[in-house]
């Protein structure tokens, strides 16, 4: 039953959204509360996101609060108690799979993630999730944004270097043997090419 409780907050975000007025998320808690306490399984159905009444049908629904009634009217309690916090956040889905996160606090939504801004990944799953994210688009920018501050300067400064080596590449010693070529860069840094088809392309560079 813990994933009707999780429902909740889903709900919260999607009325949130849809209109100017953002309401009160408790509201949603206590009302889900009471439907709980005295086991409407037609309330809580109706509270349900679209999603998950897709996943669920009114049936299964007033069968699994009717089946766990004890257990939906403790957690009634726990909403109700005057500690309880509840929490809305809104999650944004891009047709590109990107994602942005937003959360609920003074009555208006604030972003705490997105794909196109500096991430702030609350865990190592989130973290590695976001580099998934970020190589699967290719994004140099987005890669720099997930990495530490330290390695992200490193990173630049050598980028920095290999560009600034590379001004003049007419004055470059290149050593050429066959299809193959090194040149090696001011700075510490060396250039291989190799050529396909007549042409001349990067291999790799360090």
Do not use: N
Request: with cysteine; net charge neutral.
């Amino acid at each position: 039953m813990r994933s009707l409780l999780s429902l909740v907050p889903a709900l919260v975000v999607l009325t949130a959204c849809s209109g100017r007025a953002v309401p009160d998320p408790r509201s949603a808690a206590e009302e889900y509360a009471e439907a709980a306490s005295r086991g409407d399984g037609d309330a809580i159905y109706e509270m349900m996101t679209t999603s998950a009444q897709k996943s669920r049908s009114r049936e299964d629904v007033k069968r699994l609060v009717s089946e766990q009634r004890g257990e939906l009217a403790e957690q009634a309690k726990s909403l109700t108690a005057k500690d309880a916090r509840v929490e809305a956040v809104a999650r944004l889905r891009y047709e590109d799979g990107e994602e942005a996160q937003l959360e609920l606090r003074e009555g208006r939504f604030w972003i705490t993630s997105s794909g196109a801004l500096p991430g702030g990944s609350r865990t190592p799953e989130q973290a590695l999730d976001q580099l998934r994210r970020v190589l699967a688009r290719r994004s140099y920018a987005g890669l720099m944004r997930v990495l530490t501050p330290s390695t992200r300067a490193a990173i630049e400064q050598d980028l920095r270097s290999l560009v600034s080596g590379l001004e003049r590449p007419e004055t470059l010693h290149v050593e050429v043997t066959g299809d193959g070529a090194v040149v090696t860069i001011p700075g510490g840094h060396s250039v291989k090419l190799k050529r396909e088809g007549g042409v001349w392309r990067v291999d790799d560079f360090d």
